[in-house]
Structure formats: structure tokens, C-alpha cells
């Protein structure tokens, strides 16, 4: 009986972390690493169709396969990298036409701290009132919501 009991908490502990990447799609995540391939299929066999270099590039992930995950960029190419690879931290990429403004707060009229070009990846932190503030390697201030990707509901 104690092995019995033994067995199935083991069981159980090494279960936990993979029911951990099960989330209900789609959801937010980040790349976690410097260099990520996505391919063409959910499997290492498949072709790789993008390589991306930008630790913290948001992604929206909209299907699960086996420790695999089909996701979509903030171009809209859409592939599948491999779950250890995607953080569930939330980050967001300014895009748009021209600089974007950072706030001191989360008003039009609040003091602009600085401008971050299109491109500009970050933490996401807290969105209200069609507001989100973003943290660049320590820079934090709110942007509107529509100058980011990641922002929001998926």
C-alpha cells in the first residue's frame, strides 16, 4: 500500500508541471530565449520557418499539441514552437506610425517621459482606461493601448 501511495504521488508531482502549460487558447506569452525556431509543424522533424533573435517578443498562443504550441506574431505569421521556449510572462511591442508617446501616467494629459519607436518590446504591466503601462529594460510609463501588440484580451 505505501508503494502503492509513493507511486502516485510521484505520479501526481511530475504531472503537475505539464498540466501547468495546459491553458485554455488563446492566451498571451513571451519568447523565453534569445534564439527561437518556429516551424511549419508540431514537431522538431518539421521545417523551420521563421528563426526569431528577440528574448521577450510577445506571441499569441491559439492551439496546444503535445508540448507544442501554434502561435501567431505580431505580423501575423503564424507556426509552432516548441512550449519550453514560451514564458506565460506578458510583454508588448510598440507598433504604429511614427514614435509612441510614454506617459507618466495613464492620461493623454500626463507628462511624456519619452518616445519608443515602432519595435520597442517590453514588459507589460497593468492596461486600464485603454491605457497599459510597459517596462523597457527598467524604463516604465503607460502607452496607449492601440500603439501596442500584446495589450488586452488575445
Not at 29 to 54: F, I, K, Q
Request: proline fraction near 6%; charge should be neutral.
Amino acid at each position: 500500500m505505501r508503494r502503492f501511495l509513493a507511486a502516485l504521488l510521484l505520479l501526481a508531482c511530475l504531472s503537475a508541471p505539464a498540466m501547468g502549460q495546459e491553458r485554455e487558447t488563446p492566451y498571451w506569452a513571451t519568447l523565453r530565449a534569445s534564439e527561437v525556431n518556429m516551424r511549419v509543424g508540431p514537431s522538431s522533424d518539421y521545417p523551420v520557418s521563421w528563426v526569431y533573435r528577440r528574448q521577450g517578443l510577445p506571441v499569441k498562443v491559439i492551439r496546444l499539441n503535445q508540448g507544442w504550441r501554434l502561435v501567431q506574431d505580431p505580423d501575423g505569421a503564424e507556426g509552432w514552437i516548441v512550449a519550453r521556449l514560451l514564458s506565460p510572462e506578458r510583454g508588448a511591442i510598440v507598433i504604429g506610425e511614427g514614435m509612441a508617446e510614454i506617459h507618466k501616467d495613464a492620461a493623454a494629459g500626463s507628462p511624456v517621459l519619452w518616445r519608443a519607436e515602432p519595435g520597442v518590446v517590453g514588459r507589460l504591466g497593468e492596461c486600464e482606461q485603454g491605457w497599459c503601462r510597459l517596462d523597457m529594460d527598467g524604463r516604465k510609463g503607460w502607452v496607449r493601448e492601440d500603439r501596442i501588440w500584446g495589450g488586452g484580451e488575445p
